[in-house]
């Protein structure tokens, strides 16, 4: 049974930082790429950063050089660490195994003024 589970959202200034985990299960993890996505109501869920099973990553523009993607291959876990952020950035944070359909519960990140 493959498992996602995120931690590490919550509430925060605009300017701050967080560090985003996401631990996983049943899979073999080194050989994923995962990603990180986030969704606001009534938005479709997009795309933040992925990071393949050799450490290539990508951005969104609009998170590029604010935000990083890292594994651990250890510890079967992804981060996303979160700099500048800005009160757009707040959304439910997802993260995903690429090619399959195993989704985490989400973490909500709010960023206020």
């Known amino acids: 049974q493959v498992q996602l589970v995120e931690s590490g959202g919550g509430l925060v200034q605009a300017g701050g930082s967080l560090r985003l985990s996401c631990a996983a299960s049943?899979?073999?993890?080194?050989?994923?790429?995962m990603g990180w996505y986030r969704q606001t109501p009534g938005k479709e869920r997009e795309p933040v950063a992925t990071i393949n099973s050799g450490g290539i990553t990508n951005y969104a523009d609009s998170v590029k050089s604010r935000f990083t993607i890292s594994r651990d291959n250890a510890k079967n876990t992804v981060y996303l660490h979160m700099n500048s952020l800005k009160t757009d950035d707040t959304a439910v944070y997802y993260c995903k195994t690429i090619l399959a359909p195993y989704w985490g519960q989400g973490t909500q990140v709010t960023v206020s003024t």
């Open positions: 049943g899979i073999i993890f080194s050989c994923n790429a």
